[in-house]
């Protein structure tokens, strides 16, 4: 009877407070081009959003609040077909900021129900919902001036930072076409970012063999699931379970983050020991003559407000 009860605490814990325990995470990260000018990246992932979560888009509208220089985005927007407008008007005034995106799995369909261990013994199984209206929300980010990334390279001038950004579909579901955007990334820029939605080392090992200094990505949702000094149990993709969540580094020259989101499916609606989370990045210069520098992890913030 203790046992269960202790599950059925666990249970409660994990869907009715830890998944809606939002929290900002602060990262310093070396990896500018000597010289350079700090810039504030705001990393966002994995709304999975749905039209009622008022209080998911109540915390997304204070991110504003921190003034970043420039939003990622990298994907799983949606969880429901109409939960368009509820993205746009939870991101506020975050659209007027400068910012680049790609999408994931569930901005093109939906959610469906799915045996939880088969992440554990069927990692590669697929179960495609309805579609989504992926356009309708690429169309509301482009005209207020995100840039989408998708299978694109860019150069683009934020805070005074020269960038050079690519990005690829969902190696998820196996949208991914690196040939698109593959060569070398421009060496005269002051970062060189990359961005996809899933980590899949297929992915990461072209970005870092094309000298991109930092890729930003999503879907792991940090596990979702964690134990006390064990960690998430799956990552949901091909990356080893120390790089689920935060900074990392990935070969000799390249530095990995990958947001722990701030959704859940509908049909898996908790979280235990990894909170939802959006993270700012402070992005700095990297000392000059290598990018041996370690990463910095700052506070976290349990509520955002104006520094």
Known sequence: MVAAGSVLAGVGYATLIERNAFVLR???MPVLAPGSSPLK????SDLHMRPQQRLKQAWLRELAAW????VVNTGDNLAH??????VVQAL???LSVPGIFVFGSNDYFGPRPKNPLKYLTKPDHRIYGEPLPWQDLRAAFTERGWLDMTHVRRELEVNGVLIAAAGVDDPHLSRDRYETVAGPANPAVDLRLGLTHSPEPRVLDRFAADGYQLVLAGHTHGGQVCLPFYGALVTN???DRSRVKGPSRWG???QLHVSAGIGTSPYAPFRLCCRPEATLLTLVAAPIGGHDAGVRAGQSHPSVSVR
């Open 26 to 28: 602060e990262v310093t």
């Open 81 to 86: 077909p109409k939960a368009v407008p509820a």
């Open 252 to 254: 000799a020259n390249m």
């Open 237 to 239: 993709c091909g990356i």
């Open 41 to 44: 990246v705001l990393h966002i």
């Open 92 to 94: 506020g005034d975050l």
């Open 67 to 70: 003034q970043p220089d420039l």
